[in-house]
């Protein structure tokens, strides 16, 4: 069966882009309007459970992303791609990486979660892992990461459209899978280009968060703080979000 996609672009830098904890391929805010159509080719897609394939049923886990990531490239014959992905995106981007190295050319994170397990204290552990049940802790964690700075408005559509499209078994499964891994050993020393783009205001996944982790695993790795944003650039700040991500995968 064919693996539902969004593109955008036939331009000739191939980039598959791998959504969030609570969003899906259509969640990625006005940034769709700001990518260069001309060059680049971007593919986005749902996760199992999720959007357009909420009725694909599976493990719900970081490797099975990465099973579908390669399977959707081998589907529309990418030898070779970029990745890009937003925070548990960036796991999964990760887990890809490991399993085929040699048909990875770039890596660009928007406050992706490390390589290393996430971890938890108590009353976080119980906040995200109660937010399968429940809208209020969803959007508590939403305002928590972009730095108490959004709107009400924007907090109630993001929490709306993470109940709307996910299962609730899917969304619950999939922290349960990235927050334990560990995939720290085996990319250390990788020299794959990497951009970690990092809204300022994340109080979570932090610009120094990212400076002691991404840099530590990946040699060739640049943190770039992104002024007016937290956890949501794409949403937040989207045309400085595009041409910092379009400048590096260019390059």
């Given amino acids: ?13 191939r980039v598959i882009v791998l959504h969030d904890w609570f969003g899906t391929s259509a ?44 399977a959707l490239a081998d589907e529309i014959g990418w030898d070779t791609f970029c990745l890009m992905g937003h925070s548990m995106g960036g796991k999964a981007m990760q887990q890809v990486l490991v399993r085929a190295p040699e048909r990875i050319e770039k890596l660009v994170g928007i406050n992706p979660v490390p390589a290393a397990p996430y971890e938890m204290d108590d009353a976080t552990q119980a906040l995200f892992h109660g937010a399968a049940a429940s809208p209020g802790n969803r959007r508590t964690i939403l305002d928590l990461v972009t730095g108490h700075r959004a709107s009400r408005h924007w907090l109630d559509r993001m929490v709306a459209h993470s109940l709307g499209v996910c299962r609730p078994e899917a969304f619950a499964a999939y922290l349960a899978s990235w927050q334990p891994l560990d995939l720290s050993a085996a990319v250390k020393g990788s020299t794959v280009p990497v951009l970690v783009l ?8 932090t610009p120094d968060v990212m400076r002691a982790t991404w840099q530590v695993s990946y040699p060739d790795c640049r943190v770039h703080p992104l002024p007016g944003a937290g956890h949501y650039p794409p949403h937040e700040t989207p045309v400085a979000f595009a041409a910092e991500a379009e400048a590096f995968l260019r390059g």
Avoid: C
Wanted: charged share 25%; no cysteine.
């Fill in 1 to 13: 069966m064919a693996i539902a996609h969004r593109r955008i672009g036939t331009g000739p830098v």
């Fill in 198 to 205: 990092v809204g300022e205001n994340d109080l979570a996944l």
């Fill in 27 to 70: 969640n990625w805010g006005s940034v769709l309007d700001y990518l260069d159509p001309e060059g680049f080719s971007y593919v986005f897609l749902d996760y199992r459970g999720y959007g357009d394939r909420r009725d694909v049923t599976g493990r719900y886990t970081v490797p099975e992303i990465a099973d579908d990531v390669l």
